[in-house]
């Protein structure tokens, strides 16, 4: 019997699309998909209601800070340790893992157009191709950068990835991840985290999908400290959404798919493990829509840094830097007098994977479309192409909103290696690194 049911004892915050979630990031939230399977007063009882077993998920050390401490507890049909089968290594495509052993550095600025949706049919897990690395996984350490194409719904197939947290960046048609925690709903200009060890099974209500995905490798992502901004604007904690408890009671041949030591194993098993009836806790899945981004930006002239954009971090062990930054460049006004408004030309630190998710990206009109995406590593110098440089530079500055666009970065302290596949793919731009040595001369000692 294949049974699905939403929390019928907590009255969900929002609705998105199909499903119904919880608003908040980071809270402590309580679910239940059956009066009373949550237990009172207790997390672990001698019987848990409705003959479930408890089993609690953590995501931190159990030692960690308050702040930083991530739990679960989970009441579910059967605990993870009976979803279980003989494990044998399967075929992970073109899904790699840091270190990446085929891949290598890149010195030139790198741009790719959009990799096209094939006709054969693949699941999520299938269509998943990387194209950077970086770090360590088995260090908790660094990221990974893929694009997925997705064509079929994964049909008694189940994941999940202990390798890292995964954020979902969809450019094309929705993305649905039903979930242990729930059911999440994610269309282009949302995005969805699902974190380290989370079981899920995706489906494409709208068709054939293309997006982009962020492997984290180290600490989950969190939400930036606003600093001088104060307590208002960027990404607010109530925009972001968590499923309600809902659960299959399904038994049937399934197969399970579980990323681990960068290996992706197989195992056949003979139930659907999504079988969580409540549940309670910090740590789980959540989705948020980039559109409720409240952007910030300087009103008279000069620019801000970029960090003004930062929507989710994942800290490293050094304070103010980070192992990965999820960085947004959505709609918004340019009002700066007598200033240079696209990005300035400049060298960083940081790697930067840029993804354009819809429109046109300010300081790239030309070669940049929707599904493309580039890489400018590590203190290697980029910025505007000719086009842009000379159209700001002789525009009449008067208040103009950025519309209709939305671009994004994976900025991670550490240089990212671009896979063999990516560097070989028949979509990459092979003369994009010329494009500063079309910047030209406009110095005149005789002219101010």
């Not at 549940?279 to 000069?302: C, E, I, M, Q, T």
Request: with cysteine.
């Amino acid at each position: 019997m294949n049974v699905t049911l939403r929390s019928e004892t907590a009255t969900p915050s929002a609705v998105g699309q199909d499903h119904a979630y919880l608003a908040g990031f980071g809270n402590q939230f309580e679910t239940e998909a059956l009066p009373g399977a949550l237990p009172v007063g207790r997390n672990s009882p001698q019987r848990c209601a409705y003959g479930l077993y408890a089993e609690q998920l953590s995501g931190s050390p159990f030692t960690a800070p308050r702040a930083r401490n991530g739990r679960s507890w989970l009441y579910r049909i059967r605990p993870t340790l009976a979803h279980w089968g003989r494990f044998v290594r399967g075929d992970a495509r073109l899904w790699r893992t840091a270190p990446c052993q085929d891949g290598d550095l890149a010195i030139d600025p790198l741009r790719w157009d959009p990799i096209a949706v094939p006709d054969e049919p693949l699941s999520l897990i299938e269509g998943m191709r990387t194209i950077t690395a970086c770090g360590d996984a088995a260090a908790q350490s660094g990221m990974a950068a893929h694009v997925y194409v997705a064509t079929r719904a994964m049909q008694d197939e189940y994941f999940w990835n202990a390798d890292a947290e995964m954020l979902f960046v969809p450019q094309l048609g929705r993305l649905r991840l039903v979930t242990e925690f729930g059911v999440i709903d994610a269309a282009p200009g949302e995005i969805a985290v699902i974190p380290r060890g989370v079981k899920l099974r995706a489906e494409l209500p709208g068709g054939p999908a293309r997006g982009y995905v962020c492997e984290n490798y180290g600490g989950s992502f969190t939400l930036p400290e606003r600093g001088p901004i104060g307590a208002n604007c960027l990404a607010n904690p109530r925009d972001f959404l968590t499923p309600v408890a809902a659960y299959e009671d399904r038994d049937a041949p399934s197969q399970l798919a579980v990323k681990w030591g960068g290996v992706l194993w197989r195992a056949e098993i003979d139930h659907s493990p999504l079988d969580v009836v409540a549940w309670h806790g910090n740590y789980a899945p959540y989705k948020y829509d980039l559109r409720r981004f409240s952007p910030v930006g300087p009103v008279l002239f000069d620019h801000a840094d970029p960090s003004i954009f930062t929507t989710l971090t994942a800290p490293s062990e050094t304070p103010g830097t980070a192992n990965v930054d999820f960085v947004i460049f959505p709609e918004r006004w340019m009002v700066a007098e007598n200033t240079f408004r696209p990005p300035w030309y400049h060298m960083n630190i940081m790697s930067e994977f840029m993804g354009l998710i819809e429109g046109q990206y300010d300081a790239k009109p030309q070669g940049f479309v929707p599904g493309g995406f580039s890489l400018h590593n590590c203190m290697l110098p980029h910025g505007p192409d000719a086009e842009a440089f000379e159209r700001a530079s002789s525009a009449a500055l008067a208040p103009v909103k950025l519309s209709e666009t939305l671009a994004f970065m994976f900025e991670t302290r550490l240089a990212q290696h671009v896979t063999a596949y990516a560097a070989g793919a028949a979509e990459r731009q092979r003369d994009y690194g010329e494009y500063g040595r079309r910047l030209v001369r406009h110095f005149d000692p005789a002219r101010r």
